[in-house]
């Protein structure tokens, strides 16, 4: 099967969200960043936050704080290691609202994480 670019059908890049993806085989690659995905994998309009090793983070995942957190007004700082469950994503520079034991609500920033 060869390639060919139909770019009216084809979906954007989940990774990049380029426009210039196209179809190989039973998948769709994108020319810019090198991702391949199956056309059933792709998820509609979303936020897509990633953690200091790049893994994608969704939802409800347990992330790992990767080094000491100072919180104003707080005595002690979070330390790196400390596993924080049921994350919820949001918009903006700090990405991930959950609730650490000892600290209560927090927003954090994503690149402070990694994905248990």
Do not use: Q
């Amino acid at each position: 099967m060869g390639y060919f670019c139909n770019m009216e059908n084809t979906p954007l890049c989940p990774s990049c969200k380029s426009p210039y993806g196209y179809e190989m085989e039973d998948k769709f690659v994108c020319p810019e960043c090198g991702f391949e995905w199956k056309e059933e994998v792709i998820v509609e309009e979303g936020l897509i936050v990633k953690d200091a090793n790049g893994n994608t983070l969704v939802d409800g995942d347990s992330v790992v704080i990767v080094k000491d957190l100072p919180v104003k007004g707080a005595p002690k700082p979070i330390k790196a290691g400390t596993k924080v469950k049921s994350i919820r994503l949001v918009e903006g520079e700090h990405n991930i609202d959950c609730k650490i034991e000892g600290f209560g609500s927090m927003a954090l920033k994503s690149e402070f994480v990694k994905k248990a």
